[in-house]
């Protein structure tokens, strides 16, 4: 995997405010890549993020972190059905254009640091 997409997948999702959610299609799109791809780097390296802010496009995370994750959501405030184990995708969603902007100026600060 490359260091510079998961390193920008990484700092997109350090940028979603807390109570939002993203999906991992959305970031895939706004980085240029696919959910798949997201969803790995979330699995191997996201751990310092707040990974519990993507979801998938239903609004769930993987069984192995949902406990954990509505948790977290219960903490932020995120909107979600604690019996479904799914959040409110209408109601916290981040708008696609906002992320692509986010990720438009991840991609710039990462060409102007000489640690990448």
Not at 10 to 29: C, F, Q
Not at 34 to 43: A, K, S
Not at 69 to 85: A, K, L, N, Q, S
């Amino acid at each position: 995997m490359r260091e510079e997409l998961v390193e920008a997948v990484l700092r997109v999702v350090e940028e979603i405010p807390p109570g939002r959610v993203a999906t991992y299609g959305m970031i895939a799109r706004a980085v240029g890549t696919g959910p798949r791809v997201v969803g790995r780097i979330m699995h191997d390296w996201g751990g310092g993020v707040p990974w519990w802010r993507v979801v998938n496009v239903h609004g769930t995370f993987p069984t192995t972190v949902r406990g954990r994750g509505v948790f977290e959501w219960e903490r932020e405030g995120i909107p979600h059905d604690p019996t479904r184990g799914k959040v409110l995708l209408g109601q916290c969603l981040v708008d696609q254009e906002w992320l692509d902007g986010v990720a438009r100026t991840v991609r710039k600060n990462m060409l102007e640091s000489p640690e990448l």
